[in-house]
């Protein structure tokens, strides 16, 4: 069963306000089962879940200065949304924070383009860095799915009894 028409429109109601639009698909990711990614996918159970977060986070903010975001920082965001999405980084804490970014940073002098920390790609740098954090995240979800599939395949061929 799909969400109802007043959940898709509350949904993105939120999202536009609080300016997370362009996470949209990770965000719907993580509160569905099936790890769909359109929010049209989701049951009613996984919108209302998403919409009460949002509206929480959305408390949070309310007690907050508004914070512009440069487009820089959107990128840099995007990084850790696809991070959290892959699992790499984990928690919503001030040390889980502090250790997610040295872990991306980490990531970054070792294995990204340039080799530098996330802090020090400039905003013409930060595109390309992007890409290659969605190559990573294709890879990722492309290697879960074969895995998957190979485990079903010798499933199947355990109950047919030609498992090896």
Known sequence: MKMRPEQNRRLHFLLNELG??????????QYSATKATSAKELTPQEAKALIEHLERSKGRQANRPQIQRTPAEKMRRKIFAICYTIGWIEG?????????????????????????????????????????????????EKSKLSKEAGQAVRAVLAELGLNR
């Open 20 to 29: 997370l639009m362009d996470y949209k698909a990770e965000l719907v990711e």
């Open 92 to 140: 919503e804490s001030p040390a889980d924070r502090a250790m997610n970014r040295a872990k991306i940073d980490s990531f970054c002098a070792r294995n990204s383009y340039l080799r530098k920390p996330l802090n020090d790609y400039t905003l013409d740098e930060l595109p390309k860095l992007v890409s290659q954090f969605e190559q990573i995240q294709r890879h990722v």
